[in-house]
């Protein structure tokens, strides 16, 4: 079974732009989480998404956004990037009823410069 | 809340030599712990995880960890250190119906020869 995967890989954009990233789950799993990795802040979680709909929402500002498809896949956009918003972006997914064991994609690096 | 410390932000052993990473937790309801590997430019592995079931957990490429409730502490060990187990392991906790990770800051592994 292919793992979650996430695009692009890598992304390079200027300040006060606007990007948007996309994970694919793991074929069953209706689960989708974001998290943000930086060197000072470590892993924080962003947001989950279930059958659409956002259930869980971390501490981040609101220029951080998320939705999820029918078909389970999700997109995560920041807008009006700054410098500090240079990261690694995870996504990961679980299975219905089991969301405690998250499965993770090979992130998107973003830089802002 | 909940939190997870990890003591040591670098630990070095010989190739051969018993792996211990220590992970400290803070819970104020019955935790799921986990472990989760990451080599460089990739993203999370989950090594193990402990769910409330045997307090001693085995996981992938001969790690094992203990869950010690009066310690508040979920270590993670390996009897004999490959180099192949060199990369940043992360400590995570969460609870049932939480649904997102709270991460401890990691802890690189260095494997001399």
């Known amino acids: 079974k292919a793992g979650v995967t996430q695009t692009p890989r890598y992304l390079i954009k200027t300040r006060g732009q606007q990007v948007t990233l996309s994970c694919s789950p793991i074929s069953g799993h209706r689960s989708v989480s974001w998290y943000q990795q930086t060197p000072g802040q470590g892993l924080q979680f962003l947001f989950e998404?279930?059958?659409?709909?956002?259930?869980n929402k971390g501490n981040f500002p609101g220029r951080f956004s998320g939705r999820q498809f029918s078909n389970s896949r999700s997109e995560m956009n920041v807008s009006t990037l700054e410098l500090g918003d240079s990261a690694l972006y995870l996504c990961a997914s679980s299975l219905e009823g089991a969301e405690d064991t998250q499965y993770f994609g090979p992130g998107t690096r973003l830089t802002v410069l | 809340a909940q939190s997870v410390t990890q003591l040591g932000s670098h630990v070095s052993v010989s190739e051969g030599a018993l792996v211990l990473l220590r992970c400290n937790y803070s819970?104020?309801?019955?935790?799921?712990l986990f472990w989760y590997v990451q080599y460089p430019n990739q993203g999370l592995q989950l090594l193990l995880k402990?769910?409330?079931?045997?307090?001693l957990v085995k996981g992938i490429n001969g790690f094992e960890a203990e869950f010690k409730k009066s310690e508040t502490s979920f270590h993670l060990t390996k009897p004999s250190a490959h180099m192949s187990d060199a990369a940043e392991y992360f400590c995570a906790v969460t609870y049932t119906g939480r649904r997102a990770l709270t991460f401890g800051s990691g802890t690189r592994l260095q494997v001399q020869p």
């Open positions: 819970s104020s309801v019955p935790p799921y």
């Open positions: 998404y279930f059958s659409e709909t956002q259930r």
């Open positions: 402990y769910t409330s079931a045997a307090t």
